[in-house]
T-cell receptor, first 112, second 107 residues
Framework: DGGITQSPKYLFRKEGQNVTLSCEQNLNHDAMYWYRQDPGQGLRLIYYSQIVNDFQKGDIAEGYSVSREKKESFPLTVTSAQKNPTAFYLC???????????FGPGTRLTVL | KNEVEQSPQNLTAQEGEFITINCSYSVGISALHWLQQHPGGGIVSLFMLSSGKKKHGRLIATINIQEKHSSLHITASHPRDSAVYICAVRAGNQFYFGTGTSLTVIP
């Protein structure tokens, strides 16, 4: 089955710790995205990548970092510099940057 | 200022009712998407529209480019339709998302 997987579904971390969220896709999509969702707000773009070894900042990149070493994988690291990291994080991919996006199941991060 | 506005924010319907969710946007777009987010958080793409109307099962999506408006209709609603419906538009190299409409269908 083709799709996007994110792990873990729930993640708890202590304040001040970095944490990495996993996103893997086997759809052979070139473009991948990370979004953050907070209650009462629309999805906000953190980072996106159009192709391997290339990525661009989105609207709210501060306090986050990404890598794109493989086409299938686009991990997101939430660093201690992110002021309000508790949120629901969604990964998505598309054939190319402007095409329909397919979303993963999301990771709910809670920083204690 | 939101580039994408949805109404209503919350909607409760009886099973079998016809439902309409509205989306207005303020930017020039190349495509509009309707997404469904289930209570567990996963998002599914329902439609991608650039003009006219699309139908899939009990779901119908329309768009009026001149009026910058789109509607999502659900016919013969069912409790399994309960979810958050999100309108998103692509403008240039940007995606803009609405805050969603939370739909509850009561048996």
């Amino acid at each position: 089955d083709g799709g996007i997987t994110q792990s873990p579904k729930y993640l708890f971390r202590k304040e001040g710790q970095n944490v990495t969220l996993s996103c893997e896709q086997n759809l052979n999509h070139d473009a991948m995205y990370w979004y953050r969702q907070d209650p009462g707000q629309g999805l906000r773009l953190i980072y996106y990548s159009q192709i391997v070894n290339d990525f661009q900042k989105g609207d709210i990149a501060e306090g986050y970092s990404v890598s794109r070493e493989k086409k299938e994988s686009f991990p997101l690291t939430v660093t201690s510099a992110q002021k309000n990291p508790t949120a629901f994080y969604l990964c998505a991919s598309s054939i190319a940057q402007y095409n329909e996006q397919f979303f993963g199941p999301g990771t709910r991060l809670t920083v204690l | 200022k939101n580039e994408v506005e949805q109404s209503p924010q919350n909607l409760t319907a009886q099973e079998g009712e016809f439902i309409t969710i509205n989306c207005s946007y303020s930017v020039g777009i190349s495509a509009l998407h309707w997404l469904q987010q289930h209570p567990g958080g996963g998002i599914v793409s329902l439609f991608m529209l650039s003009s006219g109307k699309k139908k899939h099962g009990r779901l119908i999506a329309t768009i009026n480019i001149q009026e910058k408006h789109s509607s999502l209709h659900i016919t013969a609603s069912h409790p399994r339709d309960s979810a958050v419906y999100i309108c998103a538009v692509r403008a240039g190299n940007q995606f803009y998302f609405g805050t969603g409409t939370s739909l509850t269908v009561i048996p």
